[in-house]
């Protein structure tokens, strides 16, 4: 696999501060592997949450908290442009432009576009408009779960599930703007219409991403078609 989209969940760069360690680790798996071509779309995190639910005292307007939380994911996407030397001028803020890039340079992070998603959907998009196969969402669960695992102990975790199965078991848990999803509902259905194989991994395990990354059998969840 070394052509990927790495959809870099908020809660592994920005949990509580921006985890620097975490993006040094996570900087030197990608040196190691050198992938052909690559995009990652970084999620907003703390940062998101905290902005998100301070508007929501004032409003329960979707669109508007969904804004903010785009701006949160575009500052997470900084630090990663950092991190990576800076290799772009800028941060897209749509597919067309982030395209753009990737086509240029193979290389694009971007963070956000507009409401009514999150970043997993980005992703998605990033992938099918590249023709790029898979998609790894690296988040701070060790993949999905028939429940939330850190409310209830039983909870099954799955090592495969169809995108009809994923897309059920999203659907139930979503609550508007800076909903708790393993992967947003309209992701799922992109990642359906383009046939994506959308791998689920923590990001605590540096070594499992390392073989997801690779190719090799990982501890996760895939997506894909039967
Ligand atoms: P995230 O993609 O980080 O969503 O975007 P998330 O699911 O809350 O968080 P993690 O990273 O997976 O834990 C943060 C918020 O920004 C808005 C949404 O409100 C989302 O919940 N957003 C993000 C958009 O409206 N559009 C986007 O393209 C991206």
Request: hydrophobic share 40%; glycine share 8%.
């Given at each position: 696999?070394?052509?990927?989209?790495?959809?870099?969940?908020?809660?592994?760069?920005?949990?509580?501060?921006?985890?620097?360690?975490?993006?040094?680790?996570?900087?030197?798996?990608?040196?190691?592997?050198?992938?052909?071509?690559?995009?990652?779309?970084?999620?907003?995190?703390?940062?998101?949450?905290?902005?998100?639910?301070?508007?929501?005292?004032?409003?329960?307007?979707?669109?508007?908290?969904?804004?903010?939380?785009?701006?949160?994911?575009?500052?997470?996407?900084?630090?990663?442009?950092?991190?990576?030397?800076?290799?772009?001028?800028?941060?897209?803020?749509?597919?067309?432009?982030?395209?753009?890039?990737?086509?240029?340079?193979?290389?694009?992070?971007?963070?956000?576009?507009?409401?009514?998603?999150?970043?997993?959907?980005?992703?998605?998009?990033?992938?099918?408009?590249?023709?790029?196969?898979?998609?790894?969402?690296?988040?701070?669960?060790?993949?999905?779960?028939?429940?939330?695992?850190?409310?209830?102990?039983?909870?099954?975790?799955?090592?495969?599930?169809?995108?009809?199965?994923?897309?059920?078991?999203?659907?139930?848990?979503?609550?508007?703007?800076?909903?708790?999803?393993?992967?947003?509902?309209?992701?799922?259905?992109?990642?359906?219409?383009a046939a994506l194989n959308i791998h689920v991994i923590s990001g605590k395990n540096l070594e499992n991403i390392e073989k997801c990354l690779s190719g090799k059998k990982y501890e996760g969840t895939l997506i894909s078609q039967i």
């Open positions: 696999m070394k052509q990927f989209i790495l959809s870099l969940g908020g809660s592994m760069v920005n949990p509580e501060e921006i985890d620097t360690e975490f993006i040094d680790s996570f900087m030197e798996i990608l040196k190691e592997l050198n992938p052909e071509r690559l995009g990652i779309v970084v999620g907003g995190g703390m940062t998101a949450r905290k902005y998100v639910n301070s508007l929501k005292k004032y409003t329960n307007n979707n669109f508007f908290l969904d804004e903010l939380g785009i701006r949160a994911t575009r500052m997470n996407a900084s630090i990663l442009l950092g991190a990576m030397g800076l290799k772009q001028e800028r941060i897209p803020e749509n597919i067309v432009d982030a395209l753009e890039i990737l086509n240029r340079s193979n290389l694009v992070v971007m963070g956000g576009t507009v409401p009514g998603h999150t970043t997993d959907t980005v992703s998605m998009l990033l992938a099918e408009s590249s023709g790029i196969k898979d998609v790894i969402n690296i988040t701070s669960v060790d993949g999905v779960y028939s429940d939330d695992p850190r409310k209830n102990k039983d909870a099954e975790r799955y090592s495969k599930l169809t995108y009809d199965e994923a897309f059920n078991i999203s659907l139930k848990s979503y609550s508007g703007a800076g909903s708790n999803q393993f992967l947003d509902s309209v992701s799922l259905l992109i990642g359906k219409r």
